[in-house]
């Protein structure tokens, strides 16, 4: 398997994408981190080159909701760093309500971060792969994709079904290519965009949830559900309980 040295890492400011980008420097990987809050990405750097001065930290601006500045940023970093090895879509948003509540506004926004822009995010990184032909798409779904869930997670779960289903089509379309897709499926996991919905039961850390995810991406897995336990026999459930059940329990 080829070792991915140049990595992409959208929503990289904060939580999991800031994490991922920690996790990926002490590996010795060189990273292209884009987010809105430019801010923290600088501060972010300065903390990776400190320690690990041995890698690149390229970082741009960039609201994934401005489809045309995707592009612009992804090929940027294509060129800064002399070409891309992996690209992990995990910008997205939390925010939501029940259907037909009245917050259209609250669950248009989430459809148009987390599916919409997720799907310019994978264009402008499989162009570029396609370029290449050599590459690693990596998308972060959700442990809410395998069912359609109540309340505030309606458009949530949706949005992130559409996504693992949109990284499953490209890997149909690339599976005889040294083009590779994996689909992660985080269980709880404690972050930033987490923050507000309570304390979860068997939520982990942030640095427990991205060691987990990490060592899935390292291993180029198709699909994985991290961490592993107690996500795998939960996401079986999940996926075969009556609805009423599932509708009860979340």
Known sequence: ????????????????????????????RSLALCARRVDRLEVLRADLLRSHPGIKV??????????DQV?????????????????VVNAGVGKGQPIGTGRFDANLQT????????????????????????GHLVMVS?????????????????????????????????IATPISVTTLYPGYIESELSRGAGKRPLAVTTERGVRAMVKAI?????????????????????????LRWVARAV
């Not at 390229?58 to 489809?67: F, K, R, S, T, Y």
């Not at 592009?71 to 690209?87: I, K, M, N």
């Open 218 to 242: 390292e291993r180029e897995k198709d699909v994985a559900k991290v961490p592993a336990w107690p996500w795998i026999p939960i996401g079986f459930a999940l996926g075969n309980l009556p």
């Open 142 to 174: 959700s442990i809410s994709a395998l069912r359609g869930l109540p309340g505030h997670m309606s458009t949530y779960s949706a949005t992130k079904a559409g996504v693992a289903t949109l990284a499953e089509a490209i890997r149909a379309d690339t």
């Open 58 to 67: 390229a970082i741009a601006p960039l609201d994934v909701n401005d489809h």
């Open 111 to 134: 459809a148009q971060t987390n599916f919409v822009a997720a799907l310019a995010q994978c264009e402008a990184a499989m162009e570029i792969f396609r370029a290449q032909n050599r």
């Open 1 to 28: 398997m080829a070792r991915r040295a140049n990595i992409v890492i959208t929503g990289a400011s904060s939580g999991l994408g800031a994490q991922m980008a920690r996790e990926f420097a002490a590996r010795g």
């Open 71 to 87: 592009f612009t940023v992804f090929h940027g970093f294509a060129g800064e760093l002399g070409g891309l090895d992996r690209v």
